[in-house]
């Protein structure tokens, strides 16, 4: 009863047209008075107490990173390394598409500013050579979204966060799974481009391939600096955050010298604003997290599928069906707050992996990314390059069906995520 009163009234809220962040609180408020709980200074308490995280100060920072980045001309750079390495091969736009995706994607952790960095710049060239126009879109945003996936993951903070799961054993989990989505990218790619008429860019010389190198191994840098730093423990997930913008920050102004303070100043403007949003949600999501463990909803959910915690296989495929459906009405981030809370004990009772289940739910959010109706992702990609939605959705089909066989190989087969996970982690 308690369970179906909370899902009625976020969902109620939702519909209403109430943002995310408010139907949580409005959620959480008719648990409490349910449960004659209701104080309003607990409500205000427990808002506050719920960004009061440690791990959560990575958010800021690299938003700020992500954003010096697309405007300090590291992008552009790793765009162009790309080009030289493999633009001359037949489709080879499409491979620089996916190359820089996965370059970028340990640069800013960002789907969406990922796939408008992609379409801003790539779209156009992609166009003139007479690639189509709903398989390029679809690739590039397909791209985008294995930001989520490699560190640094603004995501994978988040159900680390919501799911009380290592940040840093995320991030190092992430890396090998990201780079199998780029190889599954590039498979689907050269059998969507077989037998199109597309002209094919000159091979890069020598010369042009090791000055593209030198100006792109000051970014190239970042991710090795992040990912080195919290291999060794020589940094926490959040203190590499704040040495990512800071990196960011001086070699955008004082190496490639594309920024200056004007443009640092709008930088920081738009991610304090990012990180509004963002920290509102989660506060919200938090209250109601909080309310979950009062109602005891998590042992009302094991009740349900108690015959699937004798199977964590098919434990896991019910609950990425679940996901993928929700995934495709509703943003990553509230997805993450509103359900990893209450599926992990469920997940913790069947001896399902932490780590693992946390990468395979953001996986499955990002899919979400690209699925009408919401699709983000999409939406940004159709914004940016100014096509119809309904072309994007043609073209982004095959690779979406790509993304969902990939998992479930996962599924079917988790240790092609642990074995490198434990490796990588140490």
Same mark, same amino acid.
């Given at each position: 009863?308690?369970?179906?009163?909370?899902?009625?009234?976020?969902?109620?809220?939702?519909?209403?047209?109430?943002?995310?962040?408010?139907?949580?609180?409005?959620?959480?408020?008719?648990?409490?008075?349910?449960?004659?709980?209701?104080?309003?200074?607990?409500?205000?308490?427990?808002?506050?107490?719920?960004?009061?995280?440690?791990?959560?100060?990575?958010?800021?920072?690299?938003?700020?990173?992500?954003?010096?980045?697309?405007?300090?001309?590291?992008?552009?750079?790793?765009?162009?390394?790309?080009?030289?390495?493999?633009?001359?091969?037949?489709?080879?736009?499409?491979?620089?598409?996916?190359?820089?995706?996965?370059?970028?994607?340990?640069?800013?952790?960002?789907?969406?500013?990922?796939?408008?960095?992609?379409?801003?710049?790539?779209?156009?060239?992609?166009?003139?050579?007479?690639?189509?126009?709903?398989?390029?879109?679809?690739? =590039?945003? !397909?791209?985008? *979204?294995?930001?989520?996936?490699?560190?640094?993951? +603004?995501? %994978?903070? @988040? /159900?680390?966060? &919501?799911?009380?799961?290592?940040?840093?054993?995320?991030?190092?989990?992430?890396?090998?799974?990201?780079?199998?989505?780029?190889?599954?990218?590039?498979?689907?790619?050269?059998?969507?481009?077989?037998?199109?008429?597309?002209?094919?860019?000159?091979?890069?010389?020598?010369?042009?391939?090791?000055?593209?190198?030198?100006?792109?191994?000051?970014?190239?840098?970042?991710?090795?600096?992040?990912?080195?730093?919290?291999?060794?423990?020589?940094?926490?997930?959040?203190?590499?955050?704040?040495?990512?913008?800071?990196?960011?920050? =001086?070699? !955008?102004?004082? *190496?490639?010298?594309?920024?200056?303070?004007?443009? +640092?100043? %709008?930088? @920081? /403007?738009?991610? &304090?604003?990012?990180?509004?949003?963002?920290?509102?949600?989660?506060?919200?999501?938090?209250?109601?997290?909080?309310?979950?463990?009062?109602?005891?909803?998590?042992?009302?959910?094991?009740?349900?599928?108690?015959?699937?915690?004798?199977?964590?296989?098919?434990?896991?495929?019910?609950?990425?069906?679940?996901?993928?459906?929700?995934?495709?009405?509703?943003?990553?981030?509230?997805?993450?707050?509103?359900?990893?809370?209450?599926?992990?004990?469920?997940?913790?009772?069947?001896?399902?992996?932490?780590?693992?289940?946390?990468?395979?739910?953001?996986?499955?959010?990002?899919?979400?990314?690209?699925?009408?109706?919401?699709?983000?992702? @999409?939406?940004?990609?159709?914004?940016?390059?100014?096509?119809?939605?309904?072309?994007?959705?043609?073209?982004?089909?095959?690779?979406?069906?790509?993304?969902?066989?990939?998992?479930?190989?996962?599924?079917?087969?988790?240790?092609?995520?642990?074995?490198?996970?434990?490796?990588?982690?140490?």
């Amino acid at each position: 009863m308690i369970l179906l009163l909370f899902l009625a009234v976020l969902f109620i809220g939702i519909l209403a047209g109430l943002p995310i962040a408010f139907a949580l609180l409005l959620a959480a408020v008719a648990l409490m008075v349910q449960m004659n709980l209701f104080s309003s200074d607990i409500l205000a308490q427990a808002l506050i107490n719920g960004v009061d995280s440690f791990p959560l100060l990575a958010i800021p920072f690299f938003l700020v990173a992500g954003e010096v980045m697309s405007r300090g001309g590291l992008s552009n750079r790793i765009v162009r390394m790309a080009m030289t390495l493999v633009g001359h091969r037949r489709g080879g736009l499409g491979y620089v598409a996916i190359l820089t995706a996965i370059l970028l994607a340990g640069l800013s952790g960002s789907a969406v500013a990922d796939a408008a960095a992609l379409v801003s710049i790539l779209y156009p060239m992609m166009r003139n050579a007479g690639y189509p126009e709903g398989r390029s879109l679809g690739l =590039l945003a !397909s791209g985008g *979204i294995i930001a989520p996936i490699i560190p640094p993951s +603004l995501p %994978l903070i @988040l /159900v680390g966060v &919501a799911g009380n799961i290592s940040i840093a054993k995320l991030f190092m989990a992430g890396i090998f799974p990201g780079l199998v989505m780029g190889l599954t990218l590039m498979l689907v790619w050269s059998i969507v481009i077989r037998g199109e008429d597309i002209a094919t860019l000159p091979k890069a010389t020598r010369p042009e391939r090791r000055k593209a190198l030198k100006e792109g191994v000051w970014a190239l840098m970042l991710p090795v600096i992040i990912i080195g730093g919290i291999r060794t423990g020589a940094f926490t997930p959040t203190e590499a955050a704040v040495v990512a913008a800071v990196y960011a920050i =001086l070699v !955008s102004m004082l *190496i490639y010298r594309e920024m200056d303070f004007r443009q +640092l100043y %709008l930088a @920081l /403007v738009v991610s &304090a604003r990012a990180t509004a949003m963002v920290m509102f949600l989660v506060g919200a999501a938090m209250v109601a997290a909080w309310m979950i463990t009062i109602a005891q909803l998590p042992q009302q959910l094991a009740v349900l599928l108690g015959p699937l915690v004798e199977s964590p296989r098919m434990l896991m495929l019910t609950i990425m069906i679940l996901v993928l459906m929700v995934g495709m009405v509703m943003d990553l981030a509230p997805t993450v707050l509103i359900l990893v809370p209450l599926l992990m004990p469920v997940v913790t009772m069947a001896g399902i992996d932490p780590v693992y289940f946390g990468l395979m739910f953001i996986l499955n959010c990002s899919i979400g990314l690209l699925t009408p109706p919401v699709g983000n992702v @999409l939406n940004v990609v159709c914004g940016v390059s100014r096509v119809k939605l309904s072309t994007a959705i043609t073209g982004v089909a095959p690779f979406i069906l790509a993304y969902v066989g990939l998992m479930g190989l996962f599924i079917a087969f988790p240790k092609i995520i642990t074995i490198p996970a434990r490796i990588l982690g140490g």
